[in-house]
């Protein structure tokens, strides 16, 4: 079968990658195109744009590129139309993939959406959209399936793709030597992946490092960004930089200061206390302090239903907090006692690995 998939940023690249892989055992004539980045294109789907292009964050950083998002959008309806997929399967990125999904279906297209988009936590009135739109949805996270049973719409649970990740993960006993770090305590360092995100949150992260004389602050970098760019974040090398190997950074960590995001909960997996911080421009948050609904930003305290993790939002996202809150982390600190009693009631919640073959074999068995 003929499959179209669309992911808006890393980490559904990377789930998409995966869950194609999936399919292609399950489906042995399995082909795919779409929109992802390297993982994606790896795992063998012909991508027709880079989500590079398309991966922001904020309501001004989407308003900026309307017109790249505008081209990005007209040319998929244009390949759905020449292609004619036999499904096509949308990973979160609600904004986008939801007006994809409308057009889809207007052509008879099965509309699958894998990784549901956050409408628990705003713009619930989206879920009348999803019913009408979305012939089969797939969610990765314990709450979302009474979510939507409450609206009367079944879904299926598969799982949480972040699990095989884990699963597959092999540390590198070399990772210190092989990246030139030290001996000593590591403060890991995981800003995101998008620029806009990364430019918002680094600078002030690294704020606190004279703090931490008997520690080294290692970033997660990724290689959707030049090497060059993140030359400005070294510190006069005080700031290490390495590339694509964020689990291995956590798996050496003593704490970390994530971006809010995936990573937090792949930190929270890993067994590393955090502190989790996040910060939009003024109209976003604005925005945002309307229409979220939730409680907590971070999937860790999402998930346990309590705060596990402090999260420093926008004003408190500020050097003093940081450092006052991972002081509070440090071994031997009750701090990291309770952080790491709240991360064992999470990874309970989470169940075990094979949430990509589990999709892969319920979508076919849809089409089918």
Excluded at 5 to 10: D, L, N, T
Excluded at 100 to 115: C, D, E, N, Q
Excluded at 141 to 159: A, I
Excluded at 266 to 278: F, H, I
């Amino acid at each position: 079968m003929k499959y179209y998939i669309i992911a808006g940023e890393r980490s559904g690249d990377l789930h998409g990658a995966n869950l194609f892989k999936s399919l292609s055992v399950a489906d042995p004539s399995a082909t795919a195109m779409g929109i992802g980045g390297s993982y994606m294109e790896q795992a063998g789907v012909v991508l027709s744009k880079s989500y590079e292009e398309l991966a922001l964050i904020g309501v001004w950083e989407i308003l900026e590129k309307f017109g790249e998002i505008r081209s990005a959008l007209n040319q998929v309806k244009q390949e759905l139309a020449s292609h004619r997929p036999d499904v096509v399967i949308l990973i979160d990125y609600a904004g986008f993939n939801l007006r994809v999904a409308k057009f889809a279906k207007s052509l008879g297209i099965k509309v699958f959406y894998y990784i549901s988009p956050k409408i628990w936590a705003w713009n619930e009135s989206r879920i009348h959209k999803i019913k009408a739109l979305v012939d089969r949805m797939f969610v990765i996270l314990p709450f979302e399936q009474d979510f939507y049973n409450k609206h009367n719409y079944p879904v299926d649970y598969v799982g949480n793709p972040i699990m095989d990740a884990l699963h597959e993960f092999r540390p590198n006993a070399n990772f210190l030597a092989d990246n030139g770090l030290e001996s000593k305590p590591i403060i890991a360092v995981l800003p995101g992946s998008r620029k806009n995100e990364i430019e918002s949150t680094l600078f002030r992260m690294l704020s606190i490092l004279p703090a931490f004389p008997n520690h080294q602050f290692v970033v997660a970098a990724v290689n959707n960004h030049p090497r060059k760019y993140y030359e400005q974040f070294r510190r006069n090398g005080h700031v290490q930089i390495i590339f694509e190997q964020t689990y291995d950074l956590l798996h050496h960590a003593e704490l970390a200061v994530v971006a809010s995001g995936t990573a937090t909960l792949e930190t929270a997996l890993l067994n590393v206390p955090q502190v989790v911080c996040y910060r939009v421009n003024f109209l976003t948050y604005w925005i945002a302090r309307m229409l979220v609904k939730i409680k907590y930003i971070s999937l860790v305290n999402l998930i346990a239903g309590k705060s596990v993790v402090k999260e420093l939002i926008q004003e408190e996202f500020n050097p003093v907090n940081i450092r006052t809150e991972l002081f509070k982390l440090l071994p031997g600190k009750k701090g990291r006692e309770e952080v790491l009693k709240g991360y064992a009631e999470v990874r309970e919640q989470m169940g075990g690995p094979g949430a990509s073959q589990r999709t892969a074999q319920l979508m076919v068995g849809y089409l089918s």
